[in-house]
């Protein structure tokens, strides 16, 4: 069956470093991979979109890789500050839909 | 928060009761979606709705019933539901683009279900 991981042990990091997280997946041949952000008592909220043909995306201080090869995502999040702390969610689509496949999420935490 | 919402945002339920919750969306979206999300689980994707498809996953039990009256409200009716079925229930909706899926999802804020 499909199986994502993401880091199960909370990050912890200082402000102005820059955040890894990482998303494996196993059983899978998907898309896309999506990354999402939640915030407690919220629901996730969209950051960013890879498809299973691209190699690197960015968005201001976001970048993720997507290496089908070694069926992993790598989501970094550059400059890092408190506000970024968070738990974040990767997902996983097939081609032609928006049934997606979640991992547990991983949370983040940035310290002065 | 006003793009979906969801009400109760809190249901505390027996088991031998019956409710419904009640997903909006005022994004102009043509699909929407039943999320369950368990402490230390993975968001579940419980059904979809949409002017393509409507999906049923399996392994959720006939004791969750959706309906969809039309493009902008989705519902999830409960009867006699189990105290292992307590969690945050997410809807979400998104726009079909057509493009090959990845469509963005807008998840409202969620119902705290809790089943005594």
């Not at chain 1, 041949?29 to 915030?39: C, G, I, K, T, V």
């Not at chain 2, 230390?40 to 019933?65: A, D």
Request: charged letters at 20%; aromatic letters at 10%.
């Amino acid at each position: 069956s499909q199986k994502i991981e993401q880091n199960s042990e909370a990050l912890n990091i200082q402000e102005g470093k820059t955040a890894t997280l990482t998303c494996n997946y196993t059983n899978y041949s998907p898309a896309y991979l999506q990354w999402y952000r939640q915030d407690p008592g919220r629901g996730p909220v969209f950051l960013l979109l890879i498809r299973e043909n691209e190699k690197e995306k960015r968005k201001e201080r976001l970048k993720v890789t997507f290496d089908t090869t070694l069926k992993q995502s790598l989501f970094h999040i550059t400059a890092s500050q408190p506000a970024d702390s968070a738990t974040y969610l990767c997902a996983l689509g097939p081609g032609g839909g928006n049934k997606l496949t979640f991992g547990t999420g991983t949370q983040l935490k940035v310290e002065l | 928060e006003t793009g979906v919402t969801q009400t109760p945002r809190h249901l505390v339920m027996g088991m031998t009761n019956k409710k419904s919750l009640k997903c909006e969306q005022h994004l102009g979206h043509n699909a929407m979606y039943w999320y369950k999300q368990s402490a230390k689980k993975p968001l579940e994707l419980m059904f979809v709705y949409s002017l393509e498809e409507r999906f049923e996953n399996n392994s959720v039990p006939s004791r969750f019933s959706p309906e969809c009256p039309n493009s902008s409200h989705l519902f999830l009716h409960l009867h006699t539901l189990q105290p292992e079925d307590s969690a945050l229930y997410l809807c979400a909706s998104s726009r079909l683009s057509g493009t090959g899926g990845g469509d963005t999802q807008y998840f409202g804020p969620g119902t705290r279900l809790t089943v005594l």
